[in-house]
């Protein structure tokens, strides 16, 4: 493969300090790649493909099971980097979970004039029936997702965080299987650091919430059980709800197997109903609805609610933690960690325009042309305009969006993410990437787990990299 007519562009490009110029740490890998001849680059990522297919890797876009597009040229992150990302990420979900922890309790971040309380109770994910809930160690986000870029200088920064239900760990693990099947020597020759033990690190997580669940409703040792809940076959995330209950050696429930039985939530099995006191929470509070707890139990979602704020059930991630993933909240983590944490942010957000704030608001509909417009409760890339690529009437309909509802929306500088060699039809080309590491808390420690999940937008210039817009990924490296 020749990279000889490669053209980084005036962006960061991860692999090329210039055109023709490597970056020295990555040079050797990228040099692996150029012995290997040009028609094997498509052929190397067909294979990939098949393999992914193989093992199951799919997800559901318009009721189609799908392989998510792959590409073999890795993002590599040196230890030192990865070192320096590790400390930025343990701050930033320490932060957010005393976040969570303090709004649903003594809300001091609101009484000390950090946040303004109507931002807060405004927020679609904001639960006021959690108030006063204490989940086991004080663990409100278990699992996070937090999803990082590079910018055009190469500095990383925060583009938002996932607290509700991160999914993607599913396709870190099989796309490392996929390379390490079909590109040995290239696997054996750089070592990059495992990324297979990352459901022994989540069942330390629920371990060690159900002896807590466990320790208040007396229950044996013998007769602890935890699940992971999937809203069933649909989900397009369906064959990682699977592959994690699998590896974990848990049970994997629907809704349709939940039950209520003498005041605790259990779940149907061939020698009656076993008692939950942990789940994994695989979709939104949306998904509650389809529980069918009896008549007793109209409103599972309040049941649920109740039974954590009894301390006979711990749900993962705690039901209201979802107001940390609100694109307004975002805005205010620096805040957070310098109130909880008395710490200034490693890892800083990208600059944000809040719209309900007059300034921000005129500001914002002065400049739709140049700025990224999000909704704060949408995800997947809905809701969203960017302004580079939008038409007058696409900029026109969210300018009356953000007028009607100023709270509902925020917007952000075009961040040109940086770019990853990537193979295309003709040959090798950069494409936009980001990055979403997974965090899992335990309490006593916070666990960074190496590398994530590199996304990749596959259409030329794309800054969008959700699966769900015709992204694809790429397999993340952290070298020893």
């Given amino acids: 493969m020749n990279f000889d007519a490669y053209d980084p562009q005036d962006l960061y490009d991860e692999y090329f300090a210039e055109a023709g110029k490597l970056r020295p740490d990555l040079a050797p890998i990228l040099e692996w790649f150029q012995s290997l001849p040009s028609q094997d680059m498509s052929q190397v990522k067909a294979k990939l493909e098949d393999v992914l297919e193989e093992l199951g890797a799919t997800f559901s876009l318009d009721d189609e099971e799908r392989v998510l597009p792959f590409d073999p040229v890795p993002r590599v992150i040196t230890a030192e980097e990865w070192q320096e990302l590790t400390a930025g990420l343990r701050q930033r979900v ?18 000390e004039g950090v946040i303004p309380r109507d931002v807060i109770e405004s ?26 870029v590079r910018n055009s200088e190469g500095n990383w920064c925060v583009l938002e965080d996932n607290l509700r239900v991160p999914s993607g760990i599913a396709y870190v693990l099989k796309n ?64 990682e709800h699977q592959l994690l209950a699998e590896q974990m050696g ?4 629907s809704p349709e197997d939940v039950l209520m039985s003498e005041g605790y939530l259990c779940y149907r099995t061939d020698d009656g109903p076993q008692r939950l006191d942990v789940v994994y929470r695989r979709g ?48 205010y983590v620096p805040e957070m960690i310098r109130f909880y944490l008395d710490e200034e942010p490693l890892l800083p957000n990208v600059p944000t325009y809040l719209c309900w704030r007059e300034r921000d608001r005129d500001y914002v509909l002065d400049h739709l042309e140049e700025l990224v417009v999000k909704a704060a409760s949408a995800e997947g890339g809905d809701d969203m305009l960017v302004g580079i690529n939008s038409t007058a009437e696409e900029r026109q309909a969210f300018a009356q969006k953000i ?13 040109y993410l940086s770019q990853i060699p ?18 899992l808390h335990k309490g006593d420690e916070i666990y960074v787990h190496p590398g994530g999940l590199t996304r990749v937008a596959l259409e030329k210039g794309k800054l969008v990299v959700n699966s769900s817009q015709g992204g694809g990924a790429k397999d993340t490296w952290v070298l020893k």
């Fill in 403 to 415: 007028r009607e509802k100023p709270r509902e929306y925020m917007a952000q500088p075009t961040v």
């Fill in 176 to 239: 490392r299987l996929a390379m390490e099947r079909v590109l040995p020597e290239l696997m054996a020759k750089f070592d990059p650091r495992p990324v297979a033990d990352y459901a022994k690190q989540l069942k330390s997580v629920m371990d060690s919430v159900v002896d807590s669940v466990a320790a208040n409703t007396n229950s044996p040792e013998s007769n602890r059980h935890m699940a992971v809940l999937t809203p069933g076959t649909h989900s397009s995330a369906y064959f």
């Fill in 250 to 253: 848990i049970a994997l429930v």
């Fill in 123 to 148: 927020a679609l994910r904001f639960r006021p029936e959690c108030m006063g809930m204490k989940p086991p160690k004080g663990i409100w986000c278990h699992i996070s997702g937090i999803d990082l």
């Fill in 284 to 331: 939104d509070t949306e998904m509650f609805a389809d529980l069918d707890l009896g008549e007793d139990y109209p409103d599972s979602a309040a049941t649920l609610i109740d039974l954590c704020q009894q301390g006979k059930l711990a749900i993962a991630n705690a039901i209201g933690a979802g107001i940390g993933d609100d694109k307004v909240i975002y805005a």
């Fill in 94 to 111: 320490t932060a957010l979970n005393l976040f969570c922890a303090d709004v649903y309790s003594d809300q001091r971040i609101i009484a």
């Fill in 422 to 439: 990537t193979v295309v039809e003709g040959g090798i080309e950069g494409r936009h990437t980001d990055l979403r590491p997974y965090v």
